[in-house]
């Protein structure tokens, strides 16, 4: 009986050290690696704690290994350009400009019951309000609607005229790193890209952390000098 | 970047541990195994018992036991209860002087140790 108490504290303690080691995102906001390590945790925690003889290294071993790749996986991606490209999906637009993509639907297996579905649980009752839905690596639909559907904002009753947003705006570099599929999605080309860098004075990529353009083609560019590090 | 190269100090530590764990259990079976061949096993050690015979066997048991404190923090009980029934049928088959009894107990602790060696062992059928 001392034994299963022993460790069950050994595991527990384990488990508050390797999630708060894993990160603070909740089970909704979890990629799906993440979602799956989690779910493993769980199981392999319990093994030693119902099997008296199942030794605790069956539990711990497997544990730290998976947390530690988890880590590098997770990290990796960042600074490895062809491991975010195998490992990342990127996000998927499902509307853009008020446009279904039939194809991208297909493509994540969404059917137009499950859009239907998204839309009203977000509060919309139809396609033609939103200019933009995303669905994102983390599987949760985001929408962005058109302007005539934006609530208003303090800002807006300042100026006496609602704000008109340009669509969405596409991170074409993130972290030093040229985002192809958002260059796609803005329908730019590098040409343009690099065009828009010499203009800011920026020799590099490496050099930005993050540049977005929206669908009118305003870019904004966040250098790494300017955040904190 | 921080989380990640304490990741891999800690990746690293436990690499060591498991290459450290796998050659003392690799080293100890090899040992044990050693002692269990060298047993006697002629007619005449067993009736009655020879000071050899029981000698050999208690210096086999003494380190059996010995590991058998250190190997359930390494595995499972059910990987170690074959070897330690046999071991312990081969102590008191020596004892009572019973040879086709302390034989077949001398083998089935040789197939168990090697088991447990092949799952010790970095090699692809480990693996299964």
């Given at each position: 009986?001392?034994?299963?108490?022993?460790?069950?504290?050994?595991?527990?303690?384990?488990?508050?050290?390797?999630?708060?080691?894993?990160?603070k995102r909740q089970i909704g906001e979890m990629q799906i690696s993440e979602l799956v390590t989690t779910f493993l945790l769980s199981d392999l925690a319990a093994q030693p704690l119902v099997g008296a003889g199942v030794p605790m290294s069956y539990a711990i071993?497997?544990?730290?290994?998976?947390?530690?790749?988890?880590?590098?996986?997770?990290?990796?991606?960042?600074?490895?350009?062809?491991?975010?490209?195998?490992?990342?999906?990127?996000?998927?637009?499902?509307?853009?400009?008020?446009?279904?993509?039939?194809?991208?639907?297909?493509?994540?297996?969404?059917?137009?019951?499950?859009?239907?579905?998204?839309?009203?649980?977000?509060?919309?009752?139809?396609?033609?309000?939103?200019?933009?839905?995303?669905?994102?690596?983390?599987?949760?639909?985001?929408?962005?609607?058109?302007?005539?559907?934006?609530?208003?904002?303090?800002?807006?009753?300042?100026?006496?005229?609602?704000?008109?947003?340009?669509?969405?705006?596409?991170?074409?570099?993130?972290?030093?790193?040229?985002?192809?599929?958002?260059?796609?999605?803005?329908?730019?080309?590098?040409?343009?890209?690099?065009?828009?860098?010499?203009?800011?004075?920026?020799?590099?990529?490496?050099?930005?952390?993050?540049?977005?353009?929206?669908?009118?083609?305003?870019?904004?560019?966040?250098?790494?000098?300017?955040?904190?590090? | 970047?921080?989380?990640?190269?304490?990741a891999l100090i800690i990746f690293a530590l436990l690499c060591g541990a498991i290459f450290g764990v796998s050659s003392f259990v690799l080293g100890r079976i090899s040992e044990l195994s050693g002692l269990a061949l060298a047993l006697a096993e002629d007619e005449?050690?067993?009736?009655?018992?020879?000071?050899?015979?029981?000698?050999?066997?208690?210096?086999?048991?003494?380190?059996?036991?010995?590991?058998?404190?250190?190997?359930?923090?390494?595995?499972?009980?059910?990987?170690?209860?074959?070897?330690?029934?046999?071991?312990?049928?081969?102590?008191?088959?020596?004892?009572?002087?019973?040879?086709?009894?302390?034989?077949?107990?001398?083998?089935?602790?040789?197939?168990?140790?090697?088991?447990?060696?092949?799952?010790?062992?970095?090699?692809?059928?480990?693996?299964?």
């Open positions: 009986m001392a034994a299963v108490f022993i460790r069950t504290l050994i595991i527990y303690v384990l488990l508050i050290a390797v999630m708060r080691f894993l990160g071993v497997p544990i730290v290994t998976l947390v530690c790749l988890e880590v590098f996986f997770s990290f990796l991606p960042t600074k490895v350009g062809f491991l975010k490209k195998l490992l990342d999906s990127p996000p998927s637009i499902i509307i853009g400009k008020g446009k279904i993509d039939r194809r991208e639907m297909m493509r994540m297996r969404m059917s137009m019951e499950d859009l239907l579905c998204e839309l009203h649980l977000a509060g919309y009752t139809s396609p033609s309000e939103i200019e933009y839905a995303v669905l994102e690596p983390n599987g949760k639909l985001a929408f962005f609607p058109v302007n005539a559907e934006k609530p208003l904002t303090k800002g807006d009753f300042a100026s006496g005229t609602p704000t008109q947003t340009s669509g969405l705006l596409h991170p074409v570099i993130i972290d030093g790193k040229i985002m192809e599929y958002a260059l796609k999605d803005a329908a730019k080309s590098k040409k343009w890209l690099f065009s828009t860098l010499k203009k800011s004075k920026i020799n590099d990529v490496s050099e930005v952390f993050l540049m977005t353009v929206d669908d009118a083609g305003k870019s904004e560019i966040i250098t790494k000098k300017e955040c904190t590090s | 970047m921080k989380t990640f190269i304490v005449a050690e067993f009736f009655p018992p020879s000071e050899r015979l029981l000698s050999g066997t208690e210096e086999f048991f003494a380190l059996w036991d010995k590991s058998m404190r250190v190997f359930p923090y390494i595995m499972g009980y059910e990987m170690l209860d074959r070897a330690d029934e046999a071991a312990l049928s081969l102590r008191s088959y020596a004892k009572s002087g019973e040879r086709a009894e302390f034989l077949a107990a001398k083998m089935r602790f040789l197939d168990s140790v090697e088991r447990l060696r092949e799952l010790f062992s970095v090699r692809f059928e480990s693996i299964a």
